[in-house]
Every structure is written in structure tokens, then in C-alpha cells.
Nanobody, 118 residues
């Protein structure tokens, strides 16, 4: 299993970023792809998750209404569109994979840094 996350960067408060996670090594539609984040000194937080089959999604209350997760099965890629970013969204974001959306996924990719300035 390989998970390649990208798309992080520096953005001002209120701005947007789109993260991408390219997955390989497993049947994409039979797995859930999730996003977690961890800020310095804080606990890891589950942000969002999607399972293409049967099309279920999850959002943490802290991002619901601002973040949108989507998937492209043809590209084995999951996107996390992050709008109206806030300084508290600053963290390293990781994409994950497991059979279903879970708080303890089995596979993790490398992180991508998201920094939101005030």
C-alpha cells in the first residue's frame, strides 16, 4: 500500500487549499481513504474520510461545512478541498487507508504541511 499526499502550503486565513492523496497497491473502491491531521503539541485528529463504495463520507465537526472530500476512482485519488481556512487548521495532514472509515486506520502516507496565517 502506498499513499502519496500533496498540496499543502502556506495560505492566509480565509483562503483555500486542495490536498490530494494518490493511492496504489490495493483496490481503491474497496477501501476507505481518510485524512488526519496533527498540530504541534496537540493530539492527532481525524478530519475526513470517504469510501467510494457505497459513497459514504465523514467530517469532523471542526471542519464540516468548510472542507469537502471527494474521490476519483479512475485516478485512484482522493481530494480534500479546504475552504475558509483558519489558523487552527494549521497542522501536518496525513492520508490513510483501511477497509472502512476508522479512527485507527492501518495504512498511513507521509504528511503534507498546511500552515494558515492570521
Amino acid at each position: 500500500v502506498q499513499l502519496q499526499a500533496s498540496g499543502g502550503g502556506l495560505v492566509q486565513s480565509g483562503g483555500s487549499l486542495r490536498l490530494s492523496c494518490v493511492a496504489s497497491g490495493f483496490t481503491f473502491d474497496d477501501h476507505a481513504i481518510g485524512w488526519f491531521r496533527q498540530a504541534p503539541g496537540k493530539e492527532r485528529e481525524e478530519v475526513s474520510c470517504i469510501r467510494s463504495n457505497p459513497g459514504t463520507t465523514y467530517y469532523a465537526p471542526s471542519v464540516r461545512g468548510r472542507f469537502t472530500i471527494s474521490s476519483d476512482s479512475a485516478k485512484s485519488t482522493v481530494y480534500l478541498q479546504m475552504d475558509d481556512l483558519k489558523p487552527e487548521d494549521t497542522a501536518v495532514y496525513y492520508c490513510t487507508a483501511d477497509w472502512f472509515c476508522t479512527s485507527t486506520p492501518s495504512d498511513w502516507g507521509q504528511g503534507t504541511q498546511v500552515t494558515v496565517s492570521s
